[in-house]
């Protein structure tokens, strides 16, 4: 259920069912010239909604901005890591105030890693005790290696909103195979670091990306997502 389409009556008559609050969080960055800025946003909200279609939940509004100055002097419209956290934070201090304390963020930028693991540390407040908050990085569940506007993204958004992608734009990117993982995720945690890897904005290959590929990819996430939310609401017991 999302919640901007309810009203607070809907909310509350639904607390008692409701296993688990969900909140997308995307970014407003470059994504190679054939995929919208938007589409880390575009693809969390997908799959929130998607989760929410299988289970019980209440789905938040996006929140489209998040930590992207990896991307300079590429396209990118960011906020600082204190600023996501404070926000993230107030949010989920409104939530438990409500009685909604079991709150899963699902992530769909890797800028934004960095602030989300620290939502619950404020020994200050109640409701970090009270509250269950967990974060979901959802690359992290793919059984194939990430990549930045090539085959994973190109086909999860020729799923969802195919009338965002030109492929006729699409070329192939860096590919960083040769590069551990470890030293690509933290190397790209530093400013202006992407065109260092990829002056295209691209990482991997889009150019066999398709709509049925991406309908299997979410599918899978979906399922290992629920299997995630299962986990955590057993550990939380």
């Known amino acids: 259920m999302k919640v901007y389409q309810m009203s607070e ?21 470059q994504h190679g010239g054939h995929l919208p800025v938007s589409t880390d ?27 992207s100055f990896e991307h300079t002097p590429l396209f990118n419209i960011s906020l600082r890591n204190t600023t996501l956290l404070r926000a993230l934070r107030d949010i989920c201090i409104s939530l438990g105030e409500y009685g909604l304390r079991n709150i899963i963020i699902l992530n769909g930028h890797h800028g934004n890693m960095g602030a989300l693991q620290y939502i619950s540390h404020n020994s200050e407040k109640s409701w970090s005790q009270e509250s269950n908050i967990y974060s979901i990085n959802y ?26 992608v030109k492929m006729t734009k699409a070329s192939k990117g860096s590919i960083t195979s040769t590069i551990l993982p470890a030293v690509t995720s933290s190397f790209l945690n530093n400013p202006s670091s992407f065109v260092r890897i990829s002056k295209t904005g691209v990482l991997g290959d889009p150019s066999h990306a ?10 899978d996430l979906i399922k290992k997502i629920i299997v995630a939310i299962d986990q955590f609401n057993d550990l939380s017991t």
């Not at 575009?42 to 489209?64: C, D």
């Open 210 to 219: 398709s709509a049925d590929e991406g309908k299997k990819i979410l599918s």
């Open 139 to 164: 690359w992290q569940l793919l059984d194939r290696d990430f990549d930045h506007a090539g085959f994973v993204e190109t086909s999860l958004m020729l799923a969802l909103r195919p009338e965002l």
């Open 9 to 29: 009556q809907d909310i509350r008559a639904s607390k008692n069912k409701i296993r688990q609050v969900l909140i997308p969080v995307g970014s407003l960055e």
């Open 41 to 67: 946003s575009v693809i969390i909200e997908g799959i929130a909604n998607a989760v929410a279609e299988k289970i019980p939940l209440l789905v938040l509004p996006t929140i489209i901005y998040g930590i």
